[in-house]
């Protein structure tokens, strides 16, 4: 299974931005369907957006959706989150996850279905 690293978490205000990274090793990267989760305080881990094998393909949560940026530099075998437009509501741990070879009709917005996961990043908005 390939490894995930996160970085670039942080303090950001109401308004800011954050780029995201996870390093993958371990694993050929683009063989894998990539994806960010997030999960905030007392709350359940929850799908964010997620990156085809090739790039091509991307889809969002709705809370996200136009603000968030998912892309993956298959070379440099990294995945970013590209966060704009952060809120309060946006805090929370972000968790890269990572699925090889998923099936036709691969229910990505359910956590379960990723085989790797990285440690996390805390992503902090303050209001």
């Known amino acids: 299974q390939v490894q995930l690293v996160e970085s670039g978490g942080g303090l950001v205000q109401a308004g800011g931005s954050l780029r995201l990274s996870c390093a993958a090793s371990?694993?050929?990267?683009?063989?894998?369907?990539m994806a960010w989760f997030r999960q905030a305080p007392g709350k359940e881990r929850e799908f964010v957006a997620v990156?085809?094998?090739?790039?091509?393909?991307?889809y969002y949560a709705g809370s996200v959706k136009g603000r968030f940026t998912i892309s993956r530099d298959n070379a440099k075998n990294t995945v970013y989150l590209q966060a704009n437009s952060l809120k309060p509501e946006d805090t929370g741990f972000y968790y890269c996850?990572?699925?090889?070879?998923?099936?036709?009709?691969?229910?990505?917005?359910?956590?379960?279905?990723?085989?790797?996961w990285g440690q996390g990043t805390q992503v902090t908005v303050s209001s």
């Open positions: 371990g694993g050929t990267f683009s063989y894998y369907t």
């Open positions: 996850a990572a699925e090889r070879d998923p099936p036709t009709g691969f229910i990505y917005y359910d956590s379960g279905r990723f085989g790797s």
């Open positions: 990156i085809s094998r090739s790039g091509s393909m991307t």
